[in-house]
Structure formats: C-alpha cells, structure tokens
C-alpha cells in the first residue's frame, strides 16, 4: 500500500490545471451509462479550464492525491454560507484506487472545513457507485436522502 500524498492544488501550476481537467475528463466519461450519470452530468457542468478560478475562490477547497508529480485523484468541495462542506467531485484513477487517496483527500477537505467553523459535511454518489459510498461510509458519512428520479 502506498501513503498517499495529498495537497491543495496551485491555481498558479499549468502542470497542476493540466492534470485536473484531464481527470476530469476521465471522471466524467466513467459516469456515462451508469444509473443517473446522464443526470449527473447536466447538473454538474463541467469545469475544464475554470480550474484556476475555483481553486482560488474562497469557499472552495480543491486537493490532489499524488505519487510524486503525477496526480492520482482529486476532490473538489465548496462551503457554504449554511456551514455545510459539500463535496463536488471526487474521483481516483481507477489504476490508483484500493491506496487511501480518497480517504486522505476527504480527510484533508473535512479537517480543514472543521477548522473554518463548518458544522456538516455532505456528498453524493450515483446509485451502484460502491467505491463512493465505501468512502463516504469509512468517513462516518451516511445517506439521509435519497432523490429518486423518471423522465416522463
């Protein structure tokens, strides 16, 4: 097992950016033709070149789990004005997984959102995405809601 490293990105790193939005793009490719990925995908838009701005925004925390200078995943989460920090996006190459990236990232995002004053901390997983929510369950996150869904 490796001992993920784990890092705020540098909104001022090209090499950074670059990775991100080609993870990104690995991220949400994964997520077509899985159950509610479609939906996903219209009300998440993508990020692509805007990584920059969100990683300098204030109410924003972007980190990488990396093996040196390559970026093995990455989790996205945002503060909002109710205390609560809501993970956005989190994803690990698949090559990358089974290591403690995301957990090291959660727990990275989660700390530093106890140490801004947040009271909660909340995310989402599409139904049948396992490895989210065996992540989101090591973490003591539970589901409270579950949102069902038709197209008519």
């Known amino acids: 097992m490796i001992d993920p490293l784990v890092r705020r990105v540098d909104p001022d790193d090209g090499d950074d950016l670059a990775q991100l939005e080609l993870l990104e793009v690995e991220a949400r490719a994964a997520l077509v033709g899985q159950r509610g990925g479609e939906r996903w995908l219209i009300e998440h838009p993508e ?6 701005d969100l990683c300098r925004a204030d109410s924003s925390d972007v980190v990488v789990g990396h093996i040196g200078d390559t970026i093995a995943g990455y989790l996205a989460a945002t503060l909002g004005p109710d205390g609560i920090i809501r993970v956005d996006q989190v994803w690990v190459t698949p090559n990358a997984r089974e290591n403690g990236f995301g ?8 700390e530093r ?4 004053g947040a009271l909660a901390v909340q995310g989402e997983s599409l139904p049948g ?3 989210t929510k065996n992540l989101y369950e090591r973490a003591g996150i539970v589901a409270r809601l579950i949102t069902t869904y038709r197209e008519l």
Not at 47 to 52: D, E, F, H, L, T
Not at 103 to 110: G, I, S
């Open 129 to 131: 995405d396992r490895h």
């Open 47 to 52: 990020v692509g070149p805007g990584w920059a």
């Open 103 to 110: 957990d090291a990232m959660l727990a990275a995002v989660m």
């Open 113 to 116: 959102a106890r140490n801004a």
